[in-house]
């Protein structure tokens, strides 16, 4: 993370030196974007803390942890295909997941369920590309997400 403000820095005083006018307002509509969409980060993250509050770590643990098997691929992949997270939320929670025990292969199939398959946002697909390639796609995105927990787990566990 370090790194990347230093190199954010370096190339903001690297594009201030070359041209003054075009970094001011580059950060300015940087900062009008993180004013809007900070309300929404911390009301996800408001959120996710309640449900690691109100939901016990022994459950956590019995449908997703490694003795869950096969079950814990079906609930994690139902858990991430309904779920509406951000990619730059759910990695550090996902972090908090595999602190707690949880594999990473179901890991990954939350996160690829998360990233390709969107039950909630179905009707909005379907209504842009049709029923058919809006359900194929999230089949073949669930399939697609499950293979990968697979091929985590095998590599996972011989690499």
């Not at 950060?27 to 974007?33: D, E, F, I, Q, S």
């Not at 098997?69 to 908090?96: D, E, K, R």
């Not at 707690?100 to 946002?121: A, D, E, K, N, P």
């Amino acid at each position: 993370m370090y790194f990347l403000i230093v190199i954010t820095s370096v190339a903001l005083v690297i594009s201030f030196f070359f041209d003054k006018k075009k970094t001011l307002m580059a950060v300015k509509n940087g900062l009008t974007l993180f004013s809007k969409m900070i309300t929404s980060i911390l009301s996800i993250l408001i959120l996710l803390s309640l449900v690691f509050y109100l939901v016990p770590n022994e459950m956590i643990i019995n449908y997703l942890g490694e003795n869950s098997g096969f079950l814990g691929f079906i609930t994690s992949s139902i858990l991430g295909s309904i779920a509406m997270i951000p990619g730059f939320i759910v990695f550090p929670m996902t972090g908090l997941l595999k602190d707690m025990g949880i594999s990473i292969s179901i890991i990954s199939v939350f996160i690829t369920t998360l990233m390709m398959v969107g039950v909630v946002t179905l009707p909005l697909e379907i209504k842009y590309f049709g029923r058919k390639a809006a359900i194929l796609r999230n089949l073949l995105s669930l399939i697609g997400a499950l293979v990968v927990g697979l091929l985590v787990s095998f590599f996972w566990s011989y690499l």
